[in-house]
C-alpha cells in the first residue's frame, strides 16, 4: 500500500506521527463506453463552451457561480487557505461508541505509527478498546475540512470520515405516523423467525455475485474469440518539516489532563 497523507494525530500535548493508507479498494470490473455500431471507444472532453477548445487538465481552476456572476478560484487561492495547509489530525472530544450513527459513515483510512517509537500510538489505541470510546478529529484532506470517528480494528487505528449533519437526510414517512397494533403471537412467530435465521458475521462468505458473472461472462467470450482489436476500435490513447516526538509521554498526558480540567472548570 502506498501512503496518501502524512502528518500528526494530536490529542492534548501528546503527538503521535502517523501516514494514512485508504482502508477499501474497488474490484468492479472496468467497463468503457463504446459506439454500438463499430466498437469505437466513447470519450469525454473538456470543451471550454467560449472557444470550443479542448482544456488539458492542468489549464482548468475550479468556480462557483450563485447565478449571476462566477468566482474564479485559482489553485494558489485554494491551496492558501488555512484548513489545508494543516497536517493535524486534531482529537476534539471523545464519545461513548454507540453514539456514532453509523449512517454518517463514509470513507475509511488506516493509520500507521511514523516515528522510531510506536509507544503514543498503542497507549492511544489501547485506551480507546478500554474506555470503549470513539475519538471525534478534524483534519484537512483533498481541499476540504473533514470531521471523522478514530476507531480501533485489532491493532490498528481506524480513521473513519463522517458526513457533517446537514448531510444526512431528515425523514418522516406519513404511513409510519399512523397506530400499527402488533401482537405477542406475531411478535413471537418473528422473533423465532430471526432466530432461524442466526449467525456470527463472516464477510468473507459473501461474494459479489454480478461481478462474477460479468467476469464468467467476458471470458467466455474471448474464449470465443468474440472481440475486437482494441490498438483498431479505440484509437490513441488519452494522455495520460520534522516532527518531533513527545519525549516525556507522561508528562505530557498529565499535563494534557490538568489544561483539560481547568478549561472544564472554566
Excluded at 423465532?192 to 462468505?205: C, N
Amino acid at each position: 500500500m502506498r501512503s496518501i497523507w502524512k502528518g500528526a494525530l494530536t490529542f492534548g500535548l501528546v503527538n503521535v506521527p502517523v501516514k494514512m493508507y485508504s482502508a477499501t479498494e474497488d474490484h468492479d470490473v472496468p467497463l468503457h463506453q463504446v459506439h454500438a455500431a463499430d466498437g469505437g471507444r466513447i470519450r469525454y472532453q473538456r470543451v471550454c463552451e467560449l472557444d470550443g477548445e479542448v482544456v488539458p487538465y492542468a489549464d482548468i481552476d475550479r468556480a462557483y457561480d450563485d447565478g449571476e456572476r462566477t468566482v474564479v478560484l485559482t489553485k494558489e487561492d485554494l491551496e492558501a487557505l488555512p484548513s489545508e495547509r494543516s497536517r493535524e489530525i486534531e482529537v476534539v472530544e471523545f464519545v461513548p461508541s454507540d453514539q456514532v450513527d453509523p449512517l454518517t459513515f463514509d470513507k475509511a483510512y488506516y493509520l500507521e505509527p511514523d516515528s522510531a517509537s510506536p509507544k503514543a500510538y498503542v497507549l492511544l489505541r489501547r485506551t480507546l478498546e478500554q474506555t470503549d470510546r470513539t475519538a471525534i478529529v478534524r483534519f484537512s484532506l483533498r481541499q476540504k475540512t473533514r470531521l471523522a470517528a478514530l476507531r480501533v480494528r485489532g491493532d490498528v487505528l481506524v480513521l473513519q470520515t463522517l458526513l457533517w449533519a446537514d448531510e444526512v437526510r431528515e425523514v418522516s414517512f406519513p404511513s409510519l405516523s399512523e397506530s400499527v397494533k402488533i401482537s405477542d403471537k406475531e411478535l413471537e412467530l418473528s422473533a423465532a423467525l430471526v432466530e432461524s435465521f442466526a449467525g456470527d458475521f463472516d464477510a468473507d462468505q459473501f461474494t459479489d455475485e454480478y461481478q462474477a458473472e460479468l467476469r464468467t461472462l467476458i471470458e467466455a467470450k474471448l474464449e470465443k474469440g468474440d472481440a475486437l482489436d482494441t490498438a483498431e476500435t479505440f484509437g490513441e490513447r488519452a494522455e495520460s518539516s520534522e516532527r518531533g516526538e513527545v519525549i516525556d509521554l507522561m508528562a505530557a498526558l498529565r499535563a494534557s489532563v490538568e489544561r483539560s480540567r481547568a478549561a472544564r472548570g472554566a
